[in-house]
């Protein structure tokens, strides 16, 4: 069943070796609050994996656990409302990317600013695929 507005475990870059690889190759680009890291491969391989995402809060920013997941929740919840346009493009031209999106402020930002910051980056991503 495909839910289109799902984060499903197929979504989440784990691999250590995909994420190294993000990290040496990918590019970068930085909208406050989020600093995002991404690679464009140019082909697709299953439509439910076009795009793979890793989030990180800095332990460095917010030293108490329970912040660093709110924050981190937060973040994942408004690229999963507003990611379908980005994967729908990715899966037109039959792209993959992976997407490393690290919350870079020093205090909590409210949701809504936050989702509107999400809106930008998945906008600025979308530009960057065609």
Known sequence: MNKPFSLSK???LKSKKNIDTLFLNGKAFFVFPYSVKYLIFDEL???EEALKLVA???KRK???ANKRNTIRRRLKES???NKVELK???INKIKSMHLLITYN???ELPY???NEKMKKVLQILGEKII
């Open 10 to 12: 197929n979504e989440r």
């Open 45 to 47: 391989i299953n439509q």
């Open 56 to 58: 990180s809060v800095p």
């Open 62 to 64: 917010f030293k108490r």
């Open 79 to 81: 690229y999963r409302i």
């Open 88 to 90: 729908q493009l990715l």
């Open 105 to 107: 402020a020093s205090e």
């Open 112 to 114: 809504q600013e936050m």
